[in-house]
Each structure stands twice: as C-alpha cells, then as structure tokens.
C-alpha cells in the first residue's frame, strides 16, 4: 500500500480500512500524534480511490495566520482586503476533481468553521470579495492530533463541523505502542536515503535500542535517527520523557556490517511480515498471495524457508 509501512496488527487493520474507504466519496478524519504519519495514510486514500492523477492538496490549518485560513481555503479576488494585489484561487478550487487534506484541523480558528461547513455541505462558496459562487467536486479529508470530540464539548470546535468531517474515522497509534514496525521502518528509511535495494539492515543491538525507546517523535523522529545514524556511523538516541538514559542504548551502538545486517533484517521482517500475512488470511495461501501482491509459489517457498508452512 502507498506509503504504508509496518507489520503490526493496528497498521495491518489501518491498511484494511483505508482500501474499504478508498474508492467511496466519505470524508474521512484521521487522528494520531504528531509524526505518526497521518498525511501518509490520507495520500494512500487519496491513490488508491482511483484519484491518483488528480490533485491532492494540502492545507496546514496550524502553520497560517488565522486572517490568511479563509484565503488558502477558497482563494479571494483582487481588492478583497489589505496586500491582495491579484486574484488567487484556493485550495478548494485548485483541487478541483482531487482531494483537500486539511492537516491539523483542529486549529482551525471558530469563524472559519461555519464557512467551512457550508462549503462542504453545498460543495460550493465564494472568493473572498468575490460576488459569484464556485461549484467544485472535491473529497475532504482531514488530520488532527487533538481530541476534537473533547474540544466540541469545550465549544472550541463546531459538532456539526465535526460530524462532516469525521464521516469515517482513521486512527493511528503511536509509534511506541507498535514496535514491529520499527525494522520494516528502518529498512524502508535506508532504502530512501541510499537508494540501496531492500533497504540497509541495522545490528541487532540497534534494533533492540530502537524497539526500547519512547519515540515522543514517532515516525519523525526514528526516521531523523536513521539519516543520523548512516551520517555517523553510530546510533544516538535521546533520553526517554523522565530524562534517565535507556539502558539499551545508554553508548552508541555501532552498525553490523552491511552484509550481515541487511540479511539479519531482510530474514527478520519477513518472518514478521508472512507470519502476519498468513494468519490474518487463516492459513490460506492463495488468499495471501493475492492480498501480498506476490506469485503463490514463490510466497510458499518463503513460507517453508521460514518454518511457517
């Protein structure tokens, strides 16, 4: 799946529901601590809907001006306040056919959010200072890594607003809660950084370093450790929440050599990855096949090298 990448039961059942939400038109809330990778899943809804070709457009509700959110939003028309020297169009319409990713939507600011739901309910709005309506067809989806429902209690997000956005619900767990899908991470971040095939396994004492800390940065965070560690040579790890050392990880670890830690990891994430693969297919190998995207023979000879068939 696009972007998608572990072996852990929540990120299998993510995987699961995001091919179920893809191909229909619901707008979908996706929530998760910040770094968890919530624009990855929603551009993974975005591809596998059929929508690939057409845009996806990201609005991040949090890095603008609350007097500029309405502007992004559905654009303005020459005049229409103080520094608007030309017309510009908004991301509603830009996305025209696509998709609008409303990250951190939670900050939206509460006059912004009645005009927001009108343009999602009768899929159309104005420029600001504009006099004619726009009609647009697009798909809304939306990421936040606050509680929205305890906030509608608070009365700093609109229920009504809420409801819209939260048609289907995506949410991602912490890093942390889910440490199988550091090593598939780890191979899949080397691979990005040096191009090389299948990824670059770390040493066994690494990964055990990695399993163990807290990772208050998520997936962020154990990506920007990666890129450190290959820059260096050597694993760092920051201190956990309470500032003692892990005791995992309490020196430097160096890296394996390339040959022994890549095929370490490489066996690894496929013990993890099949054996996953063929219990949630209830043994069925044909079934897997086609769920792996991969040649049933082949996948039985993987199953018999690792003991699972």
């Not at 939507?105 to 420029?127: I, N, S």
């Not at 429902?149 to 942390?176: H, K, M, Q, S």
């Not at 299948?198 to 990506?223: I, K, P, T, Y």
Request: glycine fraction near 10%; include cysteine.
């Amino acid at each position: 799946m696009p972007g998608l990448i572990g072996v852990s039961p929540a990120l299998v059942e993510i995987a699961r529901l995001v091919r179920k939400l893809a191909p229909t038109s619901a707008s979908v809330l996706i929530q998760g601590e910040t770094g968890t990778g919530k624009e990855v899943v929603a551009r993974a809804v975005h591809e596998l809907g059929g929508n690939a070709e057409r845009p996806f457009v990201v609005v991040d509700c949090g890095s603008l001006p609350p007097t500029l959110i309405a502007s992004e939003l559905f654009g303005h028309e020459r005049g229409a306040f103080t520094g608007a020297e030309s017309q510009r169009a908004g991301a509603f319409e830009r996305a025209h056919g696509g998709t609008v990713f409303l990250d951190e939507v939670g900050e939206l600011p509460l006059d912004v959010q009645p005009v927001l739901l009108g343009a999602l309910e009768r899929r159309r709005f104005r420029r600001l200072g504009g006099r004619h309506e726009i009609e647009v067809d697009v798909r809304v989806l939306a990421a936040t890594n606050r509680d929205l429902r305890a906030e509608v209690n608070a009365g700093t997000f609109r229920a009504d607003l809420y409801y819209r956005l939260a048609v289907a619900r995506v949410v991602i767990p912490p890093l942390r809660e889910r440490p199988e899908d550091i090593e598939p991470l780890v191979a899949h971040f080397v691979q990005q950084l040096t191009g090389a095939l299948d990824g670059v396994g770390f040493g066994s004492a690494a990964l055990a370093a990695m399993s163990a800390h807290r990772w208050s940065g998520n997936v962020r965070e154990l990506r920007n450790v990666v890129e450190a560690a290959l820059a260096v040579g050597t694993l760092k790890l920051e201190h956990d929440e309470l500032g003692a050392p892990l005791a995992a990880a309490e020196a430097a670890t160096a890296l394996a050599p390339y040959r022994e830690a890549r095929a370490e990891a490489l066996a690894r994430f496929e013990r993890g990855y099949l054996g996953e693969l063929i219990k949630q297919c209830g043994g069925n190998a044909s079934q897997a096949a086609r769920r792996a995207a991969m040649d049933r023979p082949y996948l039985l000879n993987l199953l018999r090298r690792h003991g699972l068939r």
